[in-house]
């Protein structure tokens, strides 16, 4: 077991992502190190193809990197089996995407409520944690709407309710305003910023959105397959 700093929520050690297509060779990134201390809102920043989402999803063990090391939980991400990775994305890590992938058929209550559900907690139980939730996330009156019956805005709103239902200590969000417009977006942020404070997240937010960038505490920019740190005041408001 490797242990990592105390305050470090997330360490990343030398990591390279390459893809092979046949005889080809496509390196993403190389050489990543960079730390998220206990508490931070942490912006990642870059263009699209820098390979932010990549970053995201090896960061909550659901891509392996070629090379280097995330540690997270005590736990060194590429030592985990399938099911030990499984378990550790249900316990520690909230992840929203800039889709909500909420299912269909059933209603928001529901959707909420399947994290707990797949854990194997009493539906009753499961479900009261789902409505509280969407009571936090202001979607209290719309438990009973299917996702479709649901604005942009609500489905991402549920989407986070059900990633944060867990209590997760680390929450993971690629792009989650990016299909959205600017006022609801602007919302959603403000969500994001709320739940982060309330309930002492660790939050890293790939974003093409400069200004909410800005509003976080860091900034990494992943630019042609090196990351640097850059200033917020140095980002157009």
């Known amino acids: 077991m490797h242990l990592i700093h105390q305050r470090a929520a997330l360490q990343v050690v030398g990591l390279k992502k390459v893809f092979r297509s046949g005889d080809s060779e496509l390196m993403l990134f190389d050489n990543l190190s960079f730390q998220v201390v206990e508490g931070e809102m942490l912006a990642l920043v870059g263009e699209s193809g820098a390979g932010k989402s990549t970053l995201l999803h090896i960061l909550a063990a659901l891509d392996s990197p070629s090379a280097g090391d995330v540690y997270c939980a005590n736990l060194r991400l590429s030592s985990l089996s399938q099911d030990e990775a499984a378990d550790f994305r249900n316990r520690e890590i909230g992840f929203v995407w800039q889709f909500h992938y909420l ?4 209603t928001a209550l529901e959707n909420v409520a399947m994290p707990l559900l797949l854990r194997g907690r009493p539906r009753r139980e499961s479900q009261e944690e789902a ?9 209290g009156e719309r438990a009973h ?4 019956e649901l604005s942009g805005g609500e489905q991402q709103r549920a989407a986070l309710a059900r990633a944060l239902i867990t209590r997760p200590k680390v929450l993971l969000a690629d792009e989650p305003t990016g299909d959205l417009d600017g006022r609801t977006a602007d919302s959603v942020f403000e969500l994001i910023s709320r739940l982060h404070r309330d309930y002492q997240l660790t939050s890293l937010i790939a974003t093409h959105n400069l200004a909410f960038a800005r509003r976080c505490r860091r900034i990494l920019r992943l630019h042609g397959g090196r990351l640097e740190e ?8």
Not at 131 to 139: A, K, M
Not at 145 to 148: K, N, T
């Open 103 to 106: 299912l269909p058929e059933f």
């Open 131 to 139: 409505s509280r939730w969407l009571r936090e996330v202001g979607l």
């Open 145 to 148: 709407h299917r996702s479709g």
């Open 230 to 237: 850059i200033a917020p005041d140095s980002l157009p408001a």
